[in-house]
């Protein structure tokens, strides 16, 4: 993609740049959140799957910098800003990209990476109006929850933790896929106020486990009062902190 037509994002307090189209699709609160959700021991691997223009995978990067990560991005053009942001943070050592479609589950991929994550497109393509030109991708469903959630399963080894954010709505869906897969299922609501309904969710759950009940914790308020700052749990969170789940 053309200079001019990309923009150099500084995120977690000007600690990583993200790479990402000028128009179209742009990373934000999302991304960040669900980087700190993630916990690692030092020595771990984890692929993201749908990766973009790499913020969540740059972000969950630099804070568990013991860690090895791989991206899996169906859009060239996005994933080789990934690769850019990749090289210009330093992290070439141990973040990755690599061109792949999750609808594809080779066996090579089969029980590879000690957790992976997701972000997945939220909108069914034939339910809401078309989006701006560039969102496409990120916004429309075009690949089914079902696709998403298989391909994590499918490179996770067992036992490992799978963690995505997506809209509160999907709750259910998300439930359904996860229930007869995974075990030690864990809900995080994210809140604009106190009280509030949730928007989004954090979801994450081990491979293969049968046992343990579902968790719903209480979740995170972005704001404290509408209008205001950012509360001093999600301006940690935005500053490179880790987001505690309980």
């Known amino acids: 993609m053309k200079e001019g037509l990309?923009?150099?994002?500084?995120?977690?307090g000007g600690a990583v740049t993200v790479v990402q189209p000028a128009k179209g699709y742009r990373a934000g609160m999302d991304a960040v959140l669900l980087a700190a959700s993630l916990s690692a021991q030092h020595g771990e691997s984890l692929a993201e799957a749908g990766s973009g223009a790499g913020a969540a995978l740059l972000c969950a990067a630099h804070r568990l910098d013991g860690c090895h990560f791989t991206g899996f991005e169906r859009d060239a053009s996005v994933s080789a800003l990934a690769g850019?942001?990749?090289?210009t943070?330093?992290?070439?050592s141990r973040v990755d990209i690599r061109a792949h479609d999750v609808a594809d589950r080779p066996s090579a991929l089969d029980n590879v990476y000690d957790q992976?994550?997701?972000?997945?497109?939220?909108?069914?393509?034939?339910a809401v109006r078309a989006p701006a030109p560039g969102k496409?991708?990120?916004?429309?469903?075009?690949?089914p929850l079902k696709a998403w959630i298989l391909f994590l399963y499918h490179v996770t080894k067992p036992g490992g933790r799978i963690t995505l954010i997506h809209r509160a709505a999907a709750l259910a869906d998300l439930l359904e896929l996860l229930n007869p897969r995974t075990g030690e299922i864990e809900v995080l609501p994210i809140r604009p106020l106190p009280g509030a309904p949730a928007g989004r969710i954090l979801v994450r759950a081990r491979k293969g486990l049968r046992r343990g009940p579902v968790t719903l914790y209480d979740g995170i308020a972005l704001h404290d009062v509408a209008g205001?700052?950012?509360s001093a749990r999600a301006a940690a969170c935005f500053q490179g902190?880790?987001?505690e789940w309980r």
Not at 84 to 87: E, M, S
Not at 116 to 124: E, G, K, L
Not at 136 to 143: F, K, W
């Open 84 to 87: 850019q942001g990749i090289a």
């Open 89 to 92: 943070n330093a992290f070439s």
């Open 116 to 126: 992976s994550f997701s972000n997945p497109p939220f909108f069914d393509p034939a």
């Open 241 to 243: 902190g880790a987001l």
């Open 228 to 230: 205001g700052s950012f």
């Open 6 to 12: 990309v923009t150099y994002d500084r995120f977690l």
């Open 136 to 143: 496409e991708n990120a916004y429309l469903a075009e690949t």
